[in-house]
């Protein structure tokens, strides 16, 4: 199985774990990823606020990319996935508009049609690699271990841009992925809410409320961790931990893994390949839990 690979920003900065476990649950399971490089940042919803000619054409760049490879669009990023879903529904639905921003592309040799898949690496897992050799290749099950799903918003809604009219199980792929891993999911109220990322720099307070909610409802449900398939929420929910610890008044300590991060365990794939020294929750009673180690 080959795809176009659109890491997004985060992956390439803030959080480097999710890169590099990325390529080794790949290379563990047979996915063949050829790297857009070239690509540029989806603006993760911002910019087409702002403008959104210009980040559709910058999108629809990228899906050009994935055109050329005649390859599907494997990504790692809820907010990204749904930004290129979004950008793919207008382009495809409005023929003038989609003219228009092939001028914008057309100096650099490159032309949009709409035939790009655009796959978050939860689809490929669930869809193309599919439950049975996913089961099939767990030599370490995850035991006990219990993992609240967080998917973030861009993956979920809007649903109709999704495809969760024609493919409804996809509601429920997170969960069924933990499962499939051998560990028990968690359900709470937060697993489908917004992280609080979007609104960090406008209303800081409100969203570490956010953060610091989800956190310890998934805690008193009896998470041993959380798991995302967004970037952009790991940086809420790990990295902003601590200080919502201290907004909304509770102990907080619940690791958060990113999704690969949480496969890659199950798969056997040595810790260090997976970046867990680099989530700022300590990730040590996982491990301790999944492997009978800590860090």
Same mark, same amino acid.
């Given at each position: 199985?080959?795809? @176009?690979?659109?890491?997004?920003? *985060?992956?390439?900065?803030?959080? /480097? =774990? +999710?890169? !590099?476990?990325?390529? %080794?649950?790949?290379a ?11 690509? @540029?940042?989806?603006?993760?919803? *911002?910019?087409?606020?702002?403008n /959104? =000619? +210009?980040? !559709?054409?910058?999108? %629809? ?32 639905k ?13 100096p ?27 089961k ?86 009896g ?33 958060v ?30 491990l301790?839990?999944?492997l009978?180690?800590?860090?």
């Amino acid at each position: 199985m080959k795809y @176009a690979f659109y890491p997004g920003c *985060v992956a390439k900065g803030g959080a /480097p =774990e +999710l890169y !590099d476990s990325t390529l %080794a649950v790949a290379a563990a399971i047979g996915l063949e990823l050829v790297e857009l490089t070239g690509a @540029a940042c989806t603006g993760a919803g *911002v910019l087409s606020e702002r403008n /959104p =000619e +210009l980040a !559709d054409t910058l999108n %629809a760049r990228t899906l050009a990319m994935a055109e050329k490879e005649g390859l599907p669009l494997m990504n790692i990023c809820s907010t990204c996935h749904g930004v290129f879903s979004q950008a793919n529904a207008r382009l495809k639905k409005d023929p003038e508009y989609r003219a228009r921003v092939n001028q914008h592309l057309a100096p650099e040799g490159l032309q949009y049609s709409g035939t790009t898949e655009v796959k978050h690496m939860l689809w490929v897992l669930m869809e193309d690699v599919g439950p049975e050799k996913l089961k099939s290749l767990v030599t370490n099950p995850l035991g006990d271990l219990k993992a609240a799903p967080f998917y973030g918003c861009y993956i979920v809604r809007p649903s109709w841009v999704l495809g969760y009219d024609i493919k409804p199980e996809r509601k429920h792929y997170l969960e069924d992925l933990i499962a499939i891993l051998g560990a028990e999911p968690v359900e709470y109220q937060g697993a489908t809410k917004c992280c609080g990322f979007p609104i960090l720099t406008m209303n800081r307070t409100n969203s570490l409320t956010m953060t610091g909610t989800h956190v310890s409802e998934a805690t008193e449900k009896g998470a041993d961790c959380m798991v995302t398939p967004c970037p952009l929420c790991h940086l809420n929910l790990d990295g902003g931990q601590v200080e919502a610890a201290g907004v909304v008044k509770k102990h907080l300590a619940l690791p958060v893994l990113h999704l690969p991060q949480m496969v890659g365990l199950a798969l056997g794939i040595p810790r260090d390949k997976l970046g867990l020294r680099k989530n700022l929750v300590d990730t040590g009673p996982v491990l301790e839990k999944v492997l009978g180690v800590n860090r």
